[in-house]
C-alpha cells in the first residue's frame, strides 16, 4: 500500500521593521551589525547571527571565511558554539540571521544552510526546546515557530539510538 502524505509549514512574515516587537527589533540589530563585522573575503556574503538565551542574554557570531575551503564556518553555528561554550545552561530561544553582500543587507531574509538547520535541530533536542528563527532582510522579515519548519525530516539522537543529557 503506497501512502501520500504531505508536510506543511507556517510562517509570520513581517513588510515593516516596525511591526516587529521591540525584543525581535533588539535581536535583528545584533544580527545586522554581526554581519557587518563578519570575515568574507572571498564570498563577499557576510551574515550575522544573534542568539537570545533564556535569561534575555544575547550571544552573537558572524560567518568566517578561509582560503582552505571549507575550513569557515556559518554566522549561526558560531553564534551557537558561543553559546554553548560560554552559557551551556542557559538554553537559546530564539535566533535571528542577517545577511548583506557589497551592496547591503539582502533584499529577502537568508534561510540556514543545511549544517546550520542540522546543528540548530540538534540544540533543539539538546535543550529540549523549540528555537525561534528570525530571518531578517530589507523587504519583509519572516518569523518561525522552530526548526522542524526548516528541517521537517531530521538526523537525530533517535537514529543513532542515544539518549541526550
Given at each position: 500500500?503506497?501512502?501520500?502524505?504531505?508536510?506543511?509549514?507556517?510562517?509570520?512574515?513581517?513588510?515593516?521593521?516596525?511591526?516587529?516587537?521591540?525584543?525581535?527589533?533588539?535581536?535583528?540589530?545584533?544580527?545586522?551589525?554581526?554581519?557587518?563585522?563578519?570575515?568574507?573575503?572571498?564570498?563577499?556574503?557576510?551574515?550575522?547571527?544573534?542568539?537570545?538565551?533564556?535569561?534575555?542574554?544575547?550571544?552573537?557570531?558572524?560567518?568566517?571565511?578561509?582560503?582552505?575551503?571549507?575550513?569557515?564556518?556559518?554566522?549561526?553555528?558560531?553564534?551557537?558554539?558561543?553559546?554553548?561554550?560560554?552559557?551551556?545552561?542557559?538554553?537559546?530561544?530564539?535566533?535571528?540571521?542577517?545577511?548583506?553582500?557589497k551592496d547591503g543587507f539582502?533584499?529577502?531574509?537568508?534561510?540556514?544552510?543545511?549544517?546550520?538547520?542540522?546543528v540548530i535541530a540538534e540544540?533543539?533536542?539538546?535543550?529540549?526546546?523549540?528555537?525561534?528563527?528570525?530571518?531578517?532582510?530589507?523587504?519583509?522579515?519572516?518569523?518561525?515557530?522552530?526548526?522542524?519548519?526548516?528541517?521537517?525530516?531530521?538526523?537525530?539522537?533517535?537514529?543513532?539510538?542515544?539518549?541526550?543529557?
Open positions: 500500500m503506497i501512502k501520500t502524505k504531505n508536510i506543511s509549514i507556517s510562517y509570520k512574515e513581517f513588510e515593516n521593521f516596525e511591526d516587529l516587537n521591540g525584543g525581535d527589533r533588539e535581536l535583528i540589530s545584533a544580527a545586522r551589525l554581526s554581519a557587518e563585522n563578519a570575515y568574507a573575503p572571498y564570498s563577499k556574503f557576510s551574515v550575522g547571527a544573534a542568539i537570545r538565551l533564556e535569561s534575555g542574554k544575547i550571544v552573537c557570531g558572524a560567518n568566517i571565511e578561509n582560503a582552505a575551503f571549507p575550513s569557515g564556518i556559518c554566522a549561526e553555528r558560531s553564534a551557537l558554539a558561543n553559546s554553548i561554550t560560554n552559557y551551556k545552561n542557559d538554553k537559546p530561544v530564539e535566533i535571528a540571521i542577517a545577511a548583506m553582500t539582502t533584499e529577502d531574509p537568508v534561510t540556514p544552510c543545511g549544517n546550520c538547520r542540522q540544540e533543539e533536542a539538546r535543550t529540549g526546546k523549540s528555537i525561534r528563527i528570525i530571518l531578517s532582510g530589507k523587504s519583509k522579515t519572516m518569523v518561525i515557530d522552530n526548526i522542524g519548519c526548516l528541517l521537517p525530516f531530521q538526523f537525530n539522537n533517535k537514529n543513532l539510538k542515544v539518549n541526550l543529557p
